[in-house]
């Protein structure tokens, strides 16, 4: 939201949140935006404090998370009925 309206006066690209976070918040069961807030601050907490702990993890792993998170939003069944 106020990404967009302060980037609409240096023509910038609009911006979106992250899908790969939407996915969480969704099988988390999140039903309102508080959820978006508490997840922004808890990447927040994480990003400043606990990121030398993922240091070490390589780059396929924390991959992994994101498409685990975001396959469930796939509906195979219904891709295959389409084909």
């Known amino acids: 939201g106020l990404c967009n309206v302060v980037g609409s006066f240096f023509r910038c690209m609009p911006v979106t949140g992250g899908f790969s976070r939407s996915a969480v918040n969704y099988q988390a069961?999140?039903?309102?935006t508080l959820a978006s807030?508490?997840?922004?601050?808890?990447?927040?907490?994480?990003?400043?404090?606990?990121?030398?702990?993922f240091e070490s993890l390589p780059k396929a792993v924390l991959g992994s998370i994101i498409v685990v998170a975001v396959?469930?939003?796939?509906?195979f069944q219904e891709m295959k009925h389409l084909w």
């Open 29 to 32: 069961g999140a039903k309102s």
């Open 37 to 53: 807030m508490v997840t922004a601050v808890s990447v927040l907490l994480v990003v400043l404090f606990l990121t030398p702990l």
């Open 71 to 75: 396959s469930t939003l796939v509906n």
